[in-house]
């Protein structure tokens, strides 16, 4: 069992948060000439490794926020979390 | 090679069986060889096989980081099937049961492939028009399909709920006779005695770290156990693939996910049938030892752990439990896990790609195990003769930005979703 620290509730179990996959990757912006390169690299390509991987998870059944999340995909263990809109440094 | 039969059985009988040959060597690794298969896996030692066999190509290498057999092939749940929609996955998988149906003669080494039949339960009225939409298209690809109603399916699985009080009450279901199970390690073993035999060199214990790429051409790979030269690579490594993407400045429309799966103690045979819940994702199949076989979900986000988590097993035994009620009073003996290449329209890709004399098989999801011998065999034509074959050609890397997805059921990696 996960137990991510929702930046809004503190720490909850896994069974709370809904996952939404890879935070990293960026929409191409609005209002500019968008190659299809682009949108198959935001819609399907990832990069999926092994080791620290940022992601999102929604807290579904607390406050419904989106959150950032820093996890380690193989041993699971989570470093950090952050608000949907925080600049990670 | 020694065959294996009968009278080899009583011979070696006399001796204590302390004279059998290896069923395969342990070489150290050549300098050059025509094909390097990356991963000792189903896929790649069915490819390696199928090089030898098909092909005439027998200078060929299978590294494996591990032990051969000891990823997916040997995790997975044995279901062997071919009940798709689309003509891709039909045509590609009946292909693959027609190989599952001589396996056995042809690798002289029995991989039990009980074909007993898969019946997909429906829950809805809605849900039986589109199984008979579905087992239609199976019929007009050649596939055996059959449409049972509640009774039809309680004559074959009684043991089920069929209550009319629960939430999902049995309407009726899909089956496909010819589908079954196989011993999944006898298919890895069987597959790499014979492409020993045959002069292909597996090499275990042996991490691939790095490629030799020049001018867009593969000119060979580094390993733990040295460089080794050559024009052509074949990538099967599953639930790893990305991470050999990286080491190639690809990225690929897979992402790794854990799926697990769990037996339960031995009981008395019960169940003759593999059968699979219609209101959710679990399936389960009696395996000869007694154990009811069972998976299900992915646990949901990207991992490379290769051990399971709680939520995902007990949500999948609840739907277990709700189809047949009886496996509540039934003790789990083992749950594990094991890295998935989930693609983002759930079916395969076996492809060129754009690096020269590199190819691609992956995005096995959920069914890896199945398509081992087709997988093999269209991977072997692909790397043989450098284009694919018109059973894979649908199976391309770049159908994702063409827009020509096989979305079969929709069972990519976002299961939030579907």
């Not at chain 2, 027998?58 to 044995?78: C, L, M, P, S």
């Not at chain 2, 195990?369 to 391309?396: C, Y």
């Amino acid at each position: 069992m996960l137990h991510i620290k929702c930046p809004h509730c503190g720490m909850r179990s896994q069974n709370e948060f809904s996952y939404g996959g890879d935070a990293s990757v960026k929409r191409p912006e609005l209002n500019k000439e968008i190659s299809d390169e682009e949108w198959d690299n935001f819609v399907y390509n990832r990069k999926s490794l092994r080791g620290k991987h940022l992601e999102l998870w929604q807290h579904l059944s607390g406050c419904r926020q989106w959150i950032k999340v820093e996890r380690d995909t193989a041993t699971h263990e989570i470093f950090n979390t952050y608000k949907a809109d925080e600049e990670i440094s | 090679m020694q065959k294996y039969s009968i009278f080899n059985l009583v011979k070696n009988a006399f001796s204590n069986h302390e004279n059998w040959d290896l069923a395969w060597k342990d070489p150290t690794p050549k300098e050059e060889y025509d094909v390097v298969i990356i991963g000792g896996g189903g896929h790649g030692l069915a490819t390696a096989y199928y090089l030898a066999k098909e092909h005439n190509i027998t200078k060929v290498a299978i590294i494996e980081k591990g032990w051969i057999g000891g990823g997916n092939v040997g995790r997975n749940t044995t279901i062997i099937r071919s009940n798709y929609m689309h003509d891709e996955n039909a045509l590609f998988s009946e292909f693959g049961m027609d190989l599952w149906r001589k396996m056995s003669q042809d690798l002289n080494y029995n991989v039990m492939f009980s074909p007993r039949g898969i019946i997909n339960l429906a829950h809805s009225d809605a849900q039986m028009n589109t199984y008979a939409r579905r087992g239609n298209s199976m019929r007009l690809n050649g596939i055996d399909a059959v449409l049972l109603n509640r009774e039809q399916v309680k004559e074959i699985i009684p043991m089920a709920d069929f209550s009319e009080n629960v939430r999902f009450p049995i309407f009726g279901g899909l089956m496909q006779p010819s589908a079954g199970t196989a011993r999944h390690d006898a298919v890895a073993w069987g597959y790499a005695r014979q492409a020993d035999s045959m002069g292909v060199d597996i090499i275990q214990n042996c991490e691939v770290t790095g490629f030799d790429i020049t001018a867009g051409k593969i000119n060979g790979i580094r390993t733990s156990r040295g460089n080794i030269k050559t024009k052509k690579v074949g990538l099967c490594v599953a639930g790893s693939t990305n991470i050999l993407a990286e080491k190639l400045n690809m990225t690929l429309p897979i992402e790794t996910h854990l799926l697990q799966a769990c037996v339960s103690e031995p009981v008395k045979p019960i169940l003759d049938r593999v059968v699979t819940f219609g209101a959710g994702h679990f399936y389960i199949s009696q395996s000869d030892k007694g154990e009811m076989v069972m998976g299900g979900d992915l646990d949901g986000y990207n991992s490379y752990a290769q051990r399971g988590n709680l939520p995902t097993l007990q949500h999948v035994l609840t739907e277990g439990i709700a189809m047949m009620p009886f496996l509540s009073k039934l003790k789990m003996l083992r749950t594990w896990g094991g890295i998935m290449d989930m693609s983002m329209d759930g079916s395969p890709i076996i492809d060129k790609t754009h690096i020269d004399g590199l190819y691609l098989n992956c995005g096995w999801c959920y069914g890896g195990f199945k398509a081992t011998p087709a997988s093999g065999w269209t991977f072997a034509h692909t790397i043989a003769q450098d284009r694919v074959h018109e059973l894979n050609a649908g199976f391309s890397l770049n159908r994702f930005s063409t827009g020509y997805l096989i979305d079969e059921k929709g069972l990519g990696t976002k299961t939030w979703i579907s």
